[in-house]
């Protein structure tokens, strides 16, 4: 899917994985690339183009939008237990549009990258990729071609 150029720069783009109980201590998490070519994960509460707010959601500074080539969403269980999965991704844009991936699959104990998006002559395009990656959060981040992060543990970036 692809969002208008309206979209893709005005206030904030959020993403969420909302999901019962039952499924477990899921989180999300994002890598992004930057135009200078930095590559991270979104962190709690940044300043940063992309990051993570209290709710546990991916939020996008929109105006920061130029300098984002690339991002990946992906979810996990900080526990690392089998998660049983269930429930629904939703990217929302600052205009109230939505775009709902569902999060019905099996049970599993590994990395689900759920979404990519790039940046194509100032357009987001969406793409839905659920894919299942055994290993960690730096495992899935390497695998979509975010080499370039350095890593403290294979969940931690040094930054």
């Known amino acids: 899917m692809t969002l208008t150029r309206l979209q893709s720069a005005i ?8 999901h019962s109980d039952a499924v477990g201590d899921l989180r999300i998490g994002c890598a992004y690339q930057l135009r200078s070519g930095r590559s ?6 940044s300043t940063a183009a992309v990051a993570l707010d ?9 105006r920061q939008s130029r300098d984002i080539v ?5 979810g996990f269980s900080p526990s ?4 049983r999965w269930g ?6 844009t600052f205009g109230g549009a939505k775009v709902e991936l569902p999060l019905e699959r099996a049970a599993s104990s590994g990395v689900v990258v759920f979404l990519s998006l790039y940046n194509v002559r100032g ?3 969406l793409r839905a990729e659920m894919d299942d990656v055994s290993g960690s959060v730096r495992d899935a981040c390497r695998a979509f ?4 992060i350095t890593w403290l543990d294979d969940r931690t970036p040094v930054d």
């Open 80 to 83: 690392r237990v089998e998660l």
């Open 123 to 125: 357009e987001f395009v």
């Open 145 to 148: 071609g975010y080499e370039r």
């Open 87 to 92: 429930g629904t991704l939703v990217v929302t």
């Open 40 to 45: 991270t994960l979104a962190r709690p509460n």
């Open 70 to 74: 690339r991002l990946l969403v992906f």
């Open 54 to 62: 209290p709710h546990g959601r991916v939020v996008i500074d929109l």
């Open 11 to 18: 206030g904030a783009l959020t993403i969420e994985a909302l």
